[in-house]
């Protein structure tokens, strides 16, 4: 089993930033890819951005030049580095590590911006 506990979410104004973490802990051998997903209220859950453990990633087209996704494999933490925020960004989001064919989930940290 793996568990991901994502933190760094909060409140803030448009054209703000914000930094997420998400820490592995558990069978954290050979995960693979990490990533950050979102889900505004109403919507389904989408992909926001993911790196591979060789550090290849891979953004949404919302996102992209906002956004940076980095990783520290001997911390086993995946970042988030989002800058010019908008109101469209609000959204939980989650973590999710991907280890051999098994898929796991933090429980989501909220992200708050204001218009």
């Known amino acids: 089993q793996v568990q991901l506990v994502e933190s760094g979410g909060g409140f803030v104004q448009a054209g703000g930033s914000l930094r997420l973490s998400c820490a592995a802990s558990?069978?954290?051998?050979?995960?693979?890819?990490m990533g950050w997903y979102r889900q505004a209220p109403g919507k389904q859950r989408e992909l926001v951005a993911i790196?591979?453990?060789?550090?290849?990633?891979n953004y949404a087209d919302s996102v992209k030049g906002r956004f940076t996704i980095s990783r520290v494999n001997a911390e086993n933490t995946v970042y988030l580095q989002m800058n010019s925020l908008k109101p469209e960004d609000t959204a939980v989001y989650y973590c999710?590590?991907?280890?051999?064919?098994?898929?796991?989930w933090g429980k989501g940290t909220l992200v708050t911006v204001s218009s």
């Open positions: 790196i591979s453990r060789n550090g290849n990633t």
């Open positions: 999710k590590a991907v280890r051999l064919r098994e898929v796991y």
């Open positions: 558990g069978d954290i051998f050979s995960i693979n890819g």
